[in-house]
């Protein structure tokens, strides 16, 4: 299984982003995928879930109404579009795939809201 982010970048406050990850090694039909986050000196936190099987989400509170998660199950990608981002939602942001019992992380990709 791999998992490859991209779309992060520094960003300036209410801009938006759009983060991909890239999905390999297993059949995206089943499991639930998710966005994480990890801002310096911070315990890694879920941002964003969904389920592969039926497309069910949910969202952590500080980003309800802001960001939307989604995937395209033909391209095995797995989006976050973010928007009116804030100097809080600054950090690395993660992808995790749950299949069945098992955990898999990508890389992670580096998101910096600034001004």
């Known amino acids: 299984v791999q998992l490859v982010e991209s779309g992060g970048g520094l960003v300036q406050p209410g801009g938006s982003l759009r983060l991909s990850c890239a999905a390999s090694g297993f059949t995206f039909r089943r499991g639930t995928m998710s966005w994480y986050r990890q801002a310096p000196g911070k315990e890694r936190e879920l941002v964003s879930s969904i389920v592969l099987d039926g497309g069910s989400t949910n969202y952590a509170d500080s980003v309800k109404g802001r960001f939307t998660i989604d995937r395209d199950n033909a391209k095995k990608v797995v989006y976050l579009q973010m928007n009116n981002l804030k100097p809080e939602d600054t950090g690395m942001y993660y992808c995790?795939?749950?299949?069945?019992?098992?955990?898999?992380w990508g890389q992670g990709t580096q998101v910096t809201v600034s001004s």
């Open positions: 995790r795939a749950l299949l069945l019992i098992t955990t898999y």
